[in-house]
């Protein structure tokens, strides 16, 4: 099936191998939509090598992208600048013609401090890429869906921790909890224009990203191993098993269908289980 031929996905955050971005791209590419691959591709403060897309490796999602049949454009941004969100939908439209859904999957989920441990330039970033950015990348996608009069779809990936509170990730939980808010403040402005805004909320997911929250939280929680904790990630979940990728995927092409054209506003989880409001 490809109910997304001629179609044109961004997703921002999306430039690191196994990430949940490229999953989302994976999904989109073997069903037909021409694929955006954006990260901030060069190093800053707090986003080290090893937590960024670089240029290097979002040439690489691409490579595979293409390989799925894709048309694929690798376009940089910092998600934090509005000026750079706007540059990534002018060179988006100007490489396919179109802006047709958009995914707000940028993330900073990797500096886990107690409380009274976190900086004020730890606090900022969190906020400025996971919140900000999702403000920002979300008013110039819309712009350009409003301006092309076709509607939209914007899809927020935000976590279980924007329905509970996490210990020692006080800006991550803020951020997420905050990007349900403007989920559903966004959702009742753009309606009007056939643009749904909805958020994915998934559990745990075992990316990059998951990895170093299994190392920080193993030993935070006293388990013996890495492979002790996440064991017991899959006891507390009713379909026994962490989250994959793909369910992440799976969620925002439904949300990006046809099938979802009514639903706007809402923050879905995708979680086995585990978290049920």
Not at 74 to 82: A, F
Not at 111 to 133: H, Y
Not at 142 to 148: F, G, Q, S
């Amino acid at each position: 099936m490809r109910r997304f031929q001629g179609k044109t996905i961004v997703v921002t955050g999306s430039g690191r191998d196994k990430g949940l971005g490229q999953a989302i791209l994976q999904r989109f590419a073997d069903e037909g939509a021409n694929c955006v691959v954006s990260d901030l591709g060069k190093p800053a403060e707090h986003m080290g090598a090893s937590d960024i897309g670089t240029t290097d490796e979002m040439e690489a999602v691409a490579a595979e992208l293409r390989q799925r049949g894709a048309k694929v454009a690798v376009i940089p941004c910092d998600v934090r600048s509005e000026e750079s969100c706007e540059a990534l939908v002018a060179r988006t439209i100007e490489a396919f013609g179109s802006l047709d859904i958009w995914v707000n999957n940028a993330g900073i989920g990797y500096i886990m401090k107690p409380l009274l441990e976190t900086t004020s330039s730890e606090w900022e970033a969190v906020i400025g890429v996971n919140l900000s950015g999702a403000f920002y990348g979300t008013k110039a996608a819309a712009k350009a869906m409003i301006a092309a009069g076709k509607g939209g779809r914007i899809i927020n990936i935000a976590s279980q921790a924007a329905k509970s509170g996490f210990p020692h990730m006080a800006p991550y939980t803020s951020s997420k909890h905050g990007m349900v808010g403007l989920t559903r403040s966004n959702a009742i402005e753009l309606g009007q224009y056939g643009i749904t805004v909805n958020a994915v909320c998934p559990n745990h997911v075992t990316t990059g990203l998951g990895a170093k929250q299994n190392e920080y939280f193993s030993k935070l929680l006293g388990f013996d191993s890495v492979e002790a904790y996440i064991e017991n990630l899959k006891r507390k979940n009713p379909m026994g098993r962490p989250g994959l990728g793909s369910d992440t995927a799976a969620a925002c092409a439904w949300l990006a269908s046809d099938d979802a054209v009514y639903v706007t506003g809402e923050a879905l989880n995708v979680s086995g289980g585990e978290e049920m409001h």
